[in-house]
């Protein structure tokens, strides 16, 4: 079975331009899990999905900062403006279900460095 | 604020000697304590997970100890191996509450 896929693997833009980042979910998950990973702070969960509506978004940084997922199979990330601030690796993560204890499952992540 | 606490940051240990994460946390409205591992480039993957109604569970080489009491747990890896060579994460949540609280992780290195 496929795992979480995330795309691009790596991406390296300039200040100010706009990033998108994508995931495809595990086939049947319904909830979905948004990370931002640094040396500093290390995972931080930015906000995540259960059947495809956003329940908490406490983690997402500033406005900047916003997440959709218009279906099952399908979520983005996008930063704009996007600022050096931003540069780290970003997981997607799907769970079978929201209120149980399955295990989240990890992309290999987006390394976005902004110059 | 930090709720759950991982010591220590960094460990290097001799192939088959016994590798010790330790975590602890506050919320005693946790419910569930996963371990989590990382390769470089890889996104972190379940490796074990206890919840507080037994005081251990081992799978392979790996062993969580959990002290509620004390609101600590930790991670054992027996006969380390290079391979074992990862960052661990330990993570805790409560109840309905899907957000995983993550510590800082633990980056271990076995020496061959």
């Known amino acids: 079975d496929a795992g979480v896929i995330q795309s691009p693997r790596h991406e390296v833009t300039e200040m100010g331009q706009e990033v998108t980042l994508r995931c495809k979910p595990i086939?049947?998950?319904?909830?979905l899990f948004w990370y931002r990973q640094t040396m500093m702070r290390g995972l931080e969960l930015l906000i995540y999905?259960?059947?495809?509506?956003?329940?908490?978004d406490s983690g997402m940084p500033e406005d900047r900062f916003s997440a959709k997922m218009p279906n099952a199979s399908f979520s983005t990330l996008k930063i704009q403006p996007s600022e050096p601030r931003d540069s780290a690796v970003y997981f997607c993560a799907s769970s079978p279900q929201l209120h149980s204890n399955q295990p989240q499952h990890f992309g290999d992540g987006t390394r976005l460095s902004i110059l | 604020q930090q709720q759950v606490k991982q010591s220590p940051q960094s460990l290097i240990v001799q192939k088959g000697g016994i590798s010790i994460i330790n975590c602890a946390y506050e919320n005693t409205a946790f419910d569930y304590f996963p371990w989590y591992q990382q390769f470089p480039g890889k996104g972190p993957a379940l490796l074990i997970a206890i919840r507080p109604d037994v005081s251990e569970k081992k799978e392979g080489r790996f062993t969580i100890s959990f002290n509620k009491s004390a609101k600590q747990f930790s991670l054992h890896i027996m006969d380390s191996q290079p391979g074992d060579s990862a960052t661990y994460f330990c993570a805790a949540h409560a109840g309905n509450n899907r957000k995983l609280i993550w510590g800082l992780g633990t980056s271990l290195a076995v020496n061959p």
């Open positions: 999905f259960n059947n495809n509506v956003p329940i908490d």
């Open positions: 086939s049947g998950h319904n909830s």
